[in-house]
């Protein structure tokens, strides 16, 4: 019975009928319910039976179309909701009165199809017919109200009906407990499982442990879960797969790896069989964890027990490999794909192009773009942008452009991303002009420009010092709506103190605090290094201080700034606090900051601690440079202290470092100045031997 066909089962209850003259009712109405019983596979053989008993007369009672409607509800694969209102509207309209079983399943269609009002009137029809509303009806409701995320209304339903005297069942608590979860409301959750367990009318199950350390791992509480997890054990309650599953992703996210591999030996061990979709999630987790190889063994156990790969567990270790950088092994698992029937997706072929890019390989990319559509498969708007903008970071924006009109001709429509890709590549190339018409063709085709495309243009205007321009794009901004960043800011800033504008720089600066964008340590190096480069130490120094004061500590570039500024201005004292000042604050000085201090002293004619600075220098771990040196042979051939200059050269050239033509020429005219012209002679026949050309001032010097 359970293969018949419709037509065949309809044709044997019409013989039934023929051969007694009438349709035999108890024996056509046990058969239907019989076969209510074995299920139905689609909704034509239902649909077909409902339409016969309707034609029946007298008609059937109502408890075989509950087993009818009940099994159509079973076919969730189908969502047959809407269906079975419809016939329960039609049994209204014929007169048959629902009993409490089918409310009960008219009431969930409603729920399933987002109308818990709908389902909500049924109860008070169900309690005119004088049927009392049972657990199912309510659990119905909660769950309802739960699925069409309206939790605040489920959570009024249960505390009303639990004053009524309602006791709770286990899915009613499931139920309450997953929509606590789902809106992030873990210690209620957890109030709620401890009440239940305190209360002891019934027992937290499975589903209800698994969904509250499901949750709980998500958000990062992992000891709790943990502790959870055991406490199911202990209970006698054995973790399925998905609980187990659960539990390692969120020992391996919070970084409890030993563990979670502990947690994921015991369950294969155990024999629990995880299906394709718990593999593919373990695929993915450690890929995204950078054990690759071990994704790569979960895939092989997968093959090795019967589990056939999908091409979602693929893709996953595909991305794996590309993130690694192992181009090999990503192209032989696409092979294996292949051989064993798994058709590589967009998703593969979009994750392959992306992995190429990344390593900087656009021609390979490329082939793989070719290979996509000559295997039929269409690209979409993400399969460009990885390509766009992997062109235009190298420099080929010729192809670029070729391909974003390409996209357009595919009929695939290009987003903000694909627009912000290649105005970039053309704004690093300097073309000006095709990046405001790419602009205009944006805003043209309804794509809204963001503040990266903003940004991206005040970058480019701000670097080719054209101001004016930049402002009104800043403008146009701030005019939108649009959250301007601190770095966006910070190019405006920056902009203003290279062309000297520091009273815009110090306006723009200000108005970050009240635009909710507060000035990060950037923004005050900047707008100090602007008022330095400007010969403006005392507000570069108070706006210092007044960074001080707020605790906020600034970068080593920022203190090299400061010293630069002092050391021109000759205050070396200053320069010098200030160099113990950033030690203090745990900023470390490197090599320009030392050879700051040590320019500062030659030039004020301080050998002595200058020769001491560069012994802090080493002492400290920070290695000269061929600057330091170069300042010191400067500064030692001034005062014609030759022999202390020639030392430096030499210790410069032991230390493998290639002196400059500067550097060269600094020596040669010191020789000349005390009438060594032999070894003024010799250092510029080295300067050749080194590759640099010396130049008539050179030779000058020795003639």
């Known amino acids: 019975m359970s293969n018949m066909q419709p037509n065949s089962f309809v044709r044997s209850a019409t013989l039934i009928a023929n051969k007694t003259g009438r349709i035999t009712g108890d024996i056509y109405l046990d058969s239907i319910i019989e076969r209510c019983v074995l299920g139905f596979s689609d909704l034509k053989l239902p649909l077909t039976l409902f339409h016969d008993l309707i034609s029946l007369h007298p008609l059937p009672s109502t408890a075989v179309f509950s087993q009818l409607l009940n099994s159509i509800s079973k076919l969730k694969h189908l969502h047959p909701h809407s269906t079975i209102v419809s016939l329960s509207r039609r049994l209204d309209f014929l007169g048959v009165t629902p009993n409490k079983f089918s409310l009960n399943i008219v009431a969930d269609s409603y729920c399933h199809l987002g109308r818990v009002d709908f ?56 139920a309450m407990i997953k929509g606590f979860c789902r ?23 499975l589903v209800i442990y698994t969904t509250i350390i499901d949750s709980l791992c998500k958000k990062g509480i992992v000891k709790e879960a943990h502790d959870l997890f055991n406490a199911m054990r202990n209970e006698g309650i054995k973790p399925y797969v998905d609980t187990h599953i659960s539990l390692v992703r969120g020992l391996y996210n919070s970084g409890s790896r030993d563990e979670a591999k502990r947690v994921l030996t015991e369950m294969l061990d155990s024999n629990m069989a995880p299906g394709v979709k718990a593999y593919c999630m373990l695929v993915d987790m450690f890929c995204k964890e950078g054990e690759v190889d071990v994704a790569q063994a979960t895939l092989q156990r997968m093959i090795d027990i019967g589990v056939t790969p999908n091409v979602v567990a693929y893709n996953a270790l595909l991305d794996g490999y590309y993130l690694c950088g192992r181009m090999e092994d990503a192209e032989k698992l696409i092979g294996n794909m292949t051989i064993n029937g798994c058709k590589p997706d967009l998703v593969s072929f979009n994750t392959m192009i992306y992995g190429c890019i990344k390593l900087e390989n656009t021609d390979k990319a490329l082939n793989i773009f070719n290979a996509m559509v000559q295997n039929g498969i269409t690209p979409d708007v993400v399969t460009y942008n990885t390509l766009i903008d992997g062109l235009c970071k190298a420099n080929r924006l010729t192809l670029a452009r070729q391909l974003f009109t390409d996209l357009q001709a595919h009929g695939v429509t290009p987003d ?35 503040v990266i495309t903003y940004s991206i243009l005040i970058h480019y205007l701000c670097k080719a010092e054209q101001l004016e321009d930049a402002a009104k794009f800043f403008s146009v901004l701030r005019q939108k709506g649009l959250q301007t960043d601190c770095k966006t800011y910070n190019m405006m800033i920056k902009g203003y103190c290279k062309k000297g504008l520091m009273s815009e720089a110090s306006q723009l600066f200000s108005r970050m605090e009240e635009d909710g964008c507060p000035p990060n340590g950037y923004s005050y190096a900047t707008i100090i290094r602007g008022y330095i480069l400007n010969n403006d130490l005392a507000t570069a120094f108070n706006i210092f201080n007044e960074l001080v004061q707020k605790g906020i500590t600034l970068d080593v570039a920022t203190y090299n700034t400061l010293i630069v500024g002092l050391c021109k201005a000759k205050r070396l004292t200053c320069a010098h606090q200030l ?56 500064y030692f051939c001034k005062a014609e202290q030759l022999e202390d200059a020639a030392k430096f050269f030499s210790v410069l050239q032991q230390k493998g470092m290639q002196p400059d033509c500067k550097t ?40």
């Open 416 to 450: 903000v991303v694909t627009y912000n890709s290649l105005l970039l590549g053309l704004c690093k190339s300097a073309e000006s002009a095709e990046a405001v018409a790419l602009l205009k063709d944006m805003e043209g085709n309804g794509v809204n420009p963001d």
């Open 664 to 703: 060269y020429t600094m020596m040669i005219e010191g020789y000349c100045k005390i009438g060594l012209m032999s070894e003024a002679a010799q250092l510029l026949s080295k300067m050749e031997e080194d590759g640099f050309r010396p130049n008539d001032h050179n030779y000058t010097t020795i003639i």
């Open 183 to 205: 809106t992030g409301r873990n210690t209620c959750a957890l109030n709620l499982f401890k009440k239940m367990q305190l209360e002891g009318r019934c027992k937290p199950n």
């Open 579 to 634: 160099f113990t000042n950033m030690q203090a604050h745990g900023v470390t000085p490197d090599v320009v900051t030392y050879n700051s201090l040590l320019l500062g002293l030659c030039k004020s004619a301080k050998s002595a601690e200058a020769l001491a600075l560069l012994e802090d220098m080493e002492v400290t771990g920070v290695n000269p440079d061929v600057i330091t040196y170069s300042i010191l042979i400067h």
């Open 119 to 174: 389902g909500f009137s049924l109860v008070g029809k169900r309690i005119k017919l004088g049927y009392s509303p049972d657990d199912f009806t309510f659990n119905t409701l909660i769950n309802g109200y739960i699925n069409n995320d309206e939790f605040p209304q489920a959570t009024l339903l249960f505390d009303r009906i639990v004053k009524l005297g309602f006791q709770p069942d286990v899915v009613t608590y499931g």
